[in-house]
C-alpha cells in the first residue's frame, strides 16, 4: 500500500510500504476514507520528537471502514464494514487512567512506556503515528491502518454524515473542546485563545458554545484571524500589537477569565527560527524573541481565573512565570486529549447542528500529495488552514 512516511527532519514522502495485518486478537483492519494533518504532525516533521525513525508512517487523525477484525474482537461493538472514527491516543479501557476517562494517560498501551517515563516521568498511551516515544504504531496517513483494541476505542458513525463532518472527532476537534471544557466556563466570561490554527478554532467554537459571552483571538497569521473574525470573534495580531495591553484594555483592566493555549511548541521556536537536530542530543533549537503564548497567558489572565493548555509541549519551558500564577491564585490545567471522552457527545453536537467543523477545511488532497500538504500547512501558504487527505 501506500503510506506518507517521515524520512528525515523536514521531509516526508509517499512510498510503498507493506499492507498491515492482524497481530493481535483484538485488532482491526481500517481500510483509510479520509487522514488530516495535524499541527502535532508539524512537531514531528521539524524534528522536534527525536524518537522518529525513517520510513515510520506518519498521521493520527484518520477514518475509514472495518475491512478485517481479528478473532478477539467482541462483534457486538465492531464488525467488517463498520464505518469508523479512529481516536488518536490508545485507550484499553480498563486500568486505573481508562476508568477515570484519562485516555492518554492510559497506562497499558504504549509498548515503549520505559521511553516515555524516562521523558516524563511515568508512561503514557500508545499513540498512532507519533514517533517511538509513544510505541511506534504505524500512522493513518495510509490506505490501511491496524488498529489495537480495536472494540474499545473507534467511534461507529452509523448515520450519514460525511467524513469531513465527523473526522475531525479523531483529535482536534475534541482537544479543541476539551481546551473549553478544563476552562469551567460561566455565562458571561471572556476567553482568550492563543493561536487560530484549526485546534485554536475549534476551542473558540467549544468557547462560545460552552457559554463564553467574548472570545478572543490572538495570532499574527492574517488569514487565520479573519477565519476567526468571520465566526464573530474579537482578535489580536501579536506582530502589531501588545497582547496583554489590548486584553487588559478589553477586559477594563482585569484580563480575560479563561485563557487558551492552543499553540504550544511553536511558541518557543518561531518560524525563523535556526535549527539544529542532532539525533543523540535531541532537537537543539535558537529561542528567537517571539513573545512565549502560554507565558501571556499566565500573565494576562485574571487573577483567580483559569490558563487551559492544549498546545503540546515536550521537554522544558524557561522562564516560567511562577510568582504570577502563584500569587494570583490562576489553576494551571492541561493534557494530551482524552479523546474517548468526548467524541460520542461531540458526534450529537455536530448531528445538531451546533458545531460544523467542515468551516477549517481549506485543502482537499490525494494521499499522494501529502508532502506538498505539509509544506503549505507548515509555512501558512495559499491560506492553508487544515489539509484533509484522502487515499
Ligand atoms: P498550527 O500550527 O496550525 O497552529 C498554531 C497557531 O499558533 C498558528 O496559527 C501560529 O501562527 C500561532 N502562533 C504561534 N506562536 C504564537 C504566539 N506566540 N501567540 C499566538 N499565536 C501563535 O497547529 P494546530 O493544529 O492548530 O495545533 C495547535 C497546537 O495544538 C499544536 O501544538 C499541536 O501539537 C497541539 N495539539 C494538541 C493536542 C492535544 O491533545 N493536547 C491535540 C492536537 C494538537
Ligand atoms: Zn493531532
Ligand atoms: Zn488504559
Known sequence: MKANCWISPNTVEVTEVPDPSILNSRDAIVRITSTAICGSDLHLLDGYVPTMQKGDIMGHEFMGEVVEVGPGVDRDKLRVGDRVVVPFPIGCGACAAC?????????????????????????????????????????????????????????????????????????????????????????????????????????????????????????????????????????????????????????????????????????????????????????VRAETDRPHALRQAITSCRSGGIVSVIGVYGGFIDKFPAGAWMNRSITLRTGQCHVQRYMRPLLERIERGEIDPTRIITHRLPLSEAPHGYDVFKHKQDHCEKVVLTP
Request: aromatic fraction near 8%; charge should be negative; glycine fraction near 12%.
Open 99 to 283: 476508568l477515570a476517562d484519562l485516555w492518554s494517560c492510559c497506562e497499558n498501551t504504549n509498548p515503549n512506556a520505559g521511553l516515555a517515563e524516562k521523558m516524563f516521568g511515568h508512561p503514557t498511551a500508545g499513540i498512532y503515528g507519533y514517533s517511538h516515544l509513544t510505541g511506534g504504531f504505524a500512522g493513518g496517513q495510509a490506505e490501511y491502518a491496524r488498529v489495537v483494541l480495536a472494540d474499545v476505542n473507534p467511534l461507529k458513525i452509523e448515520s450519514d454524515l460525511t467524513d469531513e463532518q465527523v473526522l475531525f472527532l479523531s483529535d482536534i476537534l475534541p482537544t479543541g473542546f476539551m481546551g473549553a471544557d478544563m476552562c469551567d466556563i460561566h455565562d458571561g466570561d471572556v476567553v482568550a485563545v492563543w493561536g487560530a490554527g484549526p485546534v485554536g478554532q475549534f476551542a473558540m467554537d467549544s468557547a462560545r458554545v460552552l457559554g463564553a459571552a467574548h472570545v478572543i483571538a490572538i495570532d499574527d497569521v492574517p488569514y487565520r484571524l479573519e477565519m476567526a473574525a468571520s465566526q464573530g470573534y474579537t482578535t489580536i495580531d501579536y506582530s502589531d500589537t501588545d497582547v496583554r495591553s489590548r486584553l487588559l484594555e478589553l477586559t477594563g483592566g482585569r484580563g480575560p477569565d479563561k485563557c487558551i493555549d492552543a499553540v504550544g511548541m511553536e511558541a518557543t521556536h518561531g518560524a525563523a527560527h535556526v535549527q539544529l537536530y542532532d539525533r543523540a542530543k535531541q532537537a
